[in-house]
């Protein structure tokens, strides 16, 4: 419980109306969830205002309202605020409500297109080995050392950030790490936020259903950085051709990593097998478990945080060489008697696609054929498709076009987009199967001895989203009981 003055303290107020000494039990930004002694938050959203709902609060007994415009009629017993933002101001005001946890612990923030599971995930192990009680915040689940949290969205909404993070205080967290999309610099999830320091993995092609453009999709991005302290890091991946546009405004200190450059922090790949990483960063070699040649760049960037946050850089290598990958990144089985490997991947934009399956190549031998099954979600960034279609097809023997999380929209007319990426010359390696199960079954029944599948594009999922609702559906499960069922 706090008063509302005191969470307004960081809050630009254009008018209020109505007593500022009262009581706020909690904060909530649905009017569905109010109840007596309950501010609300009305927040312009892409389905509904939330405006709308401000004489349903009222009615809920909120105690208190803040919009962005004021409603005709106010209504007696609630106090109204006018801001000119209200997700910022719910930011500001989730973090003032819960004591400022970000500020009572080192938190970092990584962003990109690709990468932020990996790498929060690496840093969470990572500084736990360190000896740290660690907090993370990511896409798969949130963890509050061993302790698994359900996680609903990549970044969470300001409210369930903060009161995290404030959680994450209580059970003596020193760190956290946390996943930023661009959807959260959007909504302002993180405004208030105070972050010790933040990572850029990369931008590609994605959300562009969202964003609108490229170029907005960059500015959310940049945002993170815009909004950093100067008592924080930005860790930049010199090997993205965005990555100085990203720093561009920020106050924090500036710090780069490459594979091709020097810079701050430098690797090189020595080797990439399906046994590993071996790798050069600053002079010393490591063997990662990791696979794939992306996953420099992660074990690299969880390095240069690392150092950046005082750890000994040697003591940090040695414990980054035994760390397991995130579940479902580059997860992989081998059938009992033909030895077929099965790679599930959550890789489910063109760029993650093309990386997985270039290293899929870069470790296969010319005697394995690699069968690809693949699908794009429905309700999102429809240009991908046929590009995505396009990569598997080029990188891969055969390719099995399929369903992947169609929502709400026709799995047929999903395939039907993906289909135009493929070239006439590759009509004859590509199937389309609606059916989920069936690709994988069909994948497996093409499968010869030795020969490797990638069943890209839900990773550690373990539902299909159709027509709203998530049937179960985990890709490593059903591709082990194919290969099983076939005898393979
Ligand atoms: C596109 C998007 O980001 N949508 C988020 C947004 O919902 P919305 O804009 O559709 O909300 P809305 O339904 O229009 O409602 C507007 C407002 O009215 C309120 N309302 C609504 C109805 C009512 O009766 N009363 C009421 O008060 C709502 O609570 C809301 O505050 O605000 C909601 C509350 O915070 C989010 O849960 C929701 O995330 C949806 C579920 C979602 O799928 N988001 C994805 C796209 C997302 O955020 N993804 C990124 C990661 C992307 C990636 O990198 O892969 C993430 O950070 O997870
Ligand atoms: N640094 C990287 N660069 C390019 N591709 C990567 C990188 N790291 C991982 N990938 C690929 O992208 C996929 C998604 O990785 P990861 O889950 O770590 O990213 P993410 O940014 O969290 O994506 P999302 O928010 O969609 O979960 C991986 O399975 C892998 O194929």
Redesign the pocket.
Known sequence: MQLLQDILKDVTVLESHGPLDVQVESIT????QVQPGVLFVA?R??????HD?MAKAAGAKAVAIVCEELPAELASGVTYIKVKNSGQALGLMASAFYGHPSRKLKLVGVTGTNGKTTSVTLLHKLFRELGYHVGMISTVQNQIDEEVIPST???P?AVSLNALLDKMVKAGCAYAFMEV?S??MV?QRVAGITFAGGVFTNITHD?LD?HGTFDEYIKAKKSFFDMLPASAFALINADDKRGPVMVQNTKAEVRYFSLRKVTDFKARLIDNTLQGLHLEIDGHEIWAKLIGAFNAYNLLGAYGVAVLLEEDPMETLTILSSLDTAAGRFDYIVSETEQITGIVDYAHTPDALENVLNTIQQIRTPLQTVITVVGCGGNRDAGKRPVMADIACRLSDKVILTSDNPRFEEPQAILEDMQKGVKPLDFKKTLSVLDRREAIRTACMLAGKGDIILVAGKGHETYQEIKGVKYPFDDKQVLQEALQQLGK
């Open positions: 930004f649905d009017s569905r927040m959203g892409v389905q509904v205002d939330g709902f969205h990549t970044t909404d999309s959807h959260a909504q959300h969202y």
